[in-house]
């Protein structure tokens, strides 16, 4: 769609710039190339071009500002005078973060060693680009051939340099979020620096597990705890402790979840996850005494008469 109104504009104005140069507009058509020439004209025919476009006010102003603005095509190099600077490379570091700094928050200092231009001695070429030059060869003839036509600039050197960049780590930033820092990328002699973006990359806890906002932990615990009940704190990832109590018998594998005890959320650090507890039970390693089963049995044999041993084959979920 875009591309045919392009070719379209193109046309009328291909068209209309020819009409112009006959009518006496530019007095040939070098003219109008010198225009073009000119950084500065240029660059504002550039960007009027492509306001005018977005306007569709074709008629406006000039009808080579959009002619030249939309198509670039003396722009040097960039098509469709989408950007005029040209750009250093973007940079990616992996940063590792901690599920505490995850959780807390924290600030980050990171050495970078960075290239950076330096004035030097002598001149160098920039802003090179393709122009085209015309020439008239008799009566109404023209050639036009294209040169490559550059400035003359200061000199300048690329000198290696350490930087501190301070990272921050903000409460509830998720594993592989970018962290962008602009014009902290590779340099560009022309133009300008790319960026630098750190990548967080969440190291594995050992003691909790995270997915998304919730986290997960285990917790074993002791025959007699799972059958009387319990009182236990888990230090959480800021060291405060969370209370977990439990009356009722808990077996194997049961989860209690936490809500309001996960990480907390990126966009809004006033919610927060859940934290869901999966508890194991550690058996005695023992041999009871006669009266020891006797005990057992006598508190747990009546509840469970109806209880018979089942055999199976254990595959289930496989
Ligand atoms: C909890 O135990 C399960 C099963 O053994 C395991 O897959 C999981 O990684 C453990 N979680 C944590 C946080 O250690």
Redesign the pocket.
């Known amino acids: 769609m875009a591309a045919s109104i392009k070719s379209t504009t193109f046309l009328l104005i291909f068209a209309f710039m020819l009409i112009s140069v006959l009518a006496g507009k530019f007095q040939n058509l070098g003219a109008a190339y010198e225009v073009l020439s000119d950084d500065e004209k240029r660059k504002k025919y550039d960007k009027c071009g492509e306001e005018c476009l977005k306007e569709g006010d074709l008629g406006g102003g000039d009808p080579f500002s959009s002619f030249f603005g939309d198509f670039g095509f003396f722009g040097g190099g960039q098509r469709h005078g989408e950007r005029e600077t040209p750009k250093g490379g973007d940079v990616v570091m992996d940063l590792f973060v901690s599920l505490e700094e995850m959780y807390n928050g924290n600030f980050i200092e990171v050495v970078r060693k960075k290239r950076v231009p330096k004035p030097a001695k002598g001149t160098r070429q920039c802003n090179c680009r393709q122009e085209m030059v015309t020439q008239q060869i008799g009566a109404g003839r023209f050639t036009m051939t294209q040169q490559n036509v550059c400035d003359e600039c200061p000199n300048v050197k690329l000198v290696t340099e350490e930087r501190v960049l301070e990272v921050e780590i903000e409460p509830g930033m998720r594993d592989g979020q970018e962290y962008p820092f602009v014009a902290e990328g590779e340099p560009h002699i022309d133009g300008e620096p790319g960026d630098l973006k750190f990548r967080i990359i969440q190291q594995k806890?050992?003691?909790?597990?995270r997915r998304g906002d919730d986290l997960?932990?285990?917790v074993t615990i002791s025959l007699e705890e799972a059958l009387n009940g319990f009182e236990l704190y888990i230090p959480h990832l800021d060291n405060k402790k969370v209370k977990v109590v439990r009356e009722k018998v808990t077996w194997p594998g049961a989860k209690i979840r936490k809500t309001g005890q996960g990480m907390p959320n990126y966009e809004n650090n006033n919610m927060k996850g859940s934290l869901y507890i999966?508890f194991?039970v550690e058996f005695p390693k023992v041999e009871l005494s006669a009266e020891q089963k006797k005990a057992v049995s006598s508190v747990l044999g009546s509840k469970f008469e109806n209880f018979h041993s089942k055999v199976y084959n254990g595959l289930q979920g496989y």
């Open positions: 806890h050992p003691r909790f597990e997960f932990t285990n999966t194991d």
